[in-house]
């Protein structure tokens, strides 16, 4: 069974960076597809980016592209999630969450079945 | 990107009522719809994939459904630890995308 375990929760002024880590444990991290995903108070989800295994590459949505980078540390099984040139707007709880496949009527399913429990980051001056 | 439409946005409901939930794709998705339960300060919790496949060690009473382009979350019978905020997901394609969720409060 995977688990995620997060950093705790930051304030940042507008402009400054952030960097959130989500702890592996029960897994390797470099054996899983890890992504991002935010949700700002009140509101629903945002997916930030995440590892896409037909590319062997990471995916960022366009609308972090520039200011998102997601980098792993093998020998720690921790993901790391760095957003830069903050604003109040990024005001969130950001989540990691691995991305694995079920096998439902013969066919692969892409889900988030493991998350972690979420890192509030407050931006404000 | 593909928008997922959820509603309603809340409903109140009765302990027994049947509730359901309904997300509609902006296109074509075939069945990689998720849905997600999300209570107070806590992570989202898997409930259904690929539509209509029942996670393991979710109760019975909740499941899915799919015509077209358009899904439906029922529960059977609402229990009280059923009282949360539920969210479609779409895994067909990225950027992965979420419908703005239905919040269940008690009648």
């Known amino acids: 069974q995977v688990q995620l375990v997060q950093s705790g929760a930051e304030v940042k002024k507008p402009g400054a960076s952030m960097k959130v880590s989500c702890k592996v444990s029960g897994y390797a991290v470099t054996g899983l597809s890890m992504h991002w995903v935010r949700q700002a108070p009140g509101k629903g989800f945002e997916w930030m980016g995440g590892?896409?295994?037909?590319?062997?590459?990471?995916v960022y949505a366009q609308n972090f592209q520039g200011r998102v980078t997601m980098t792993e540390d093998p020998p720690t099984d921790t993901a790391y999630m760095e957003l830069s040139s903050l604003r109040s707007e990024d005001t969130a709880v950001y989540y990691c969450?691995?991305?694995?496949?079920?096998?439902?009527?013969?066919?692969?399913?892409?889900?988030?079945?493991?998350w972690g429990q979420g890192t509030l980051v407050t931006v404000s001056s | 990107d593909i928008q997922m439409t959820q509603s309603p946005s809340s409903l109140s409901a009765s302990v027994g009522d049947r509730v359901s939930i309904t997300c509609r794709a902006s296109q074509s998705i075939n069945s990689h719809l998720n849905w997600y339960q999300q209570k107070p300060g806590k992570a989202p919790k898997l409930l259904i994939y690929?539509?209509?496949g029942l996670q393991s060690g979710v109760p019975s009473r909740f499941s899915g459904g799919r015509s077209g382009t358009d899904f439906t979350l029922t529960i059977s019978s609402l229990q009280p630890e059923d009282f949360a905020t539920y969210y479609c997901?779409?895994?067909?394609?990225?950027?992965?995308?979420f419908g703005g969720g239905t919040r269940v409060e008690i009648k």
């Open positions: 690929a539509a209509s």
């Open positions: 590892f896409d295994p037909e590319d062997g590459e990471t």
């Open positions: 969450a691995t991305e694995l496949y079920e096998t439902y009527d013969s066919d692969s399913y892409a889900v988030y079945r493991s």
């Open positions: 997901q779409q895994s067909y394609s990225m950027p992965v995308t």
